[in-house]
């Protein structure tokens, strides 16, 4: 079974940093696309970024604008993401996602396996 496990939510001032975890189960983890979206209250869920688990290439919504780092860890099966810069408008829930290969980009209805996501918070 599947299994996408979120974690490094929180609630965080503008302008500061938060690292978002995935840990991927019961999945082959290997040469896969494994991708962060963000959904608002009231708003469409939006790719962040991507990064292929075979080679590293990353991929990037264009308003990341260098604030988001994605990276990986192969021996923990864990994803990343960097946050830094942050703003009351990064506030959203963040989920990761996997897919077979990241040539569908940052399109959610791309992605199989999602998980249940973590709150990020920023404050004015």
């Known amino acids: 079974q599947v299994q996408l496990v979120e974690s490094g939510g929180g609630s965080v001032q503008a302008g500061g940093s938060l690292r978002l975890s995935c840990a991927a189960y019961g999945y082959s983890y290997s040469s896969n696309c494994m991708g962060w979206f963000r959904q608002a209250p009231g708003k469409e869920r939006e790719g962040v970024a991507a990064?292929?688990?075979?080679?590293?290439?990353?991929y990037y919504a264009d308003w990341v604008k260098g604030r988001f780092t994605i990276s990986q860890d192969n021996a923990k099966n864990t994803v990343y993401l960097q946050m830094t810069s942050l703003k009351p408008e990064d506030t959203a829930m963040y989920y990761c996602?996997?897919?077979?290969?990241?040539?569908?980009?940052?399109?959610?209805?791309?992605?199989?396996?999602w998980g249940q996501g973590t709150q990020v918070t920023v404050s004015s």
């Open positions: 996602a996997a897919s077979e290969d990241c040539s569908g980009g940052l399109h959610p209805g791309l992605y199989n396996y």
């Open positions: 990064i292929y688990t075979g080679g590293g290439s990353t």
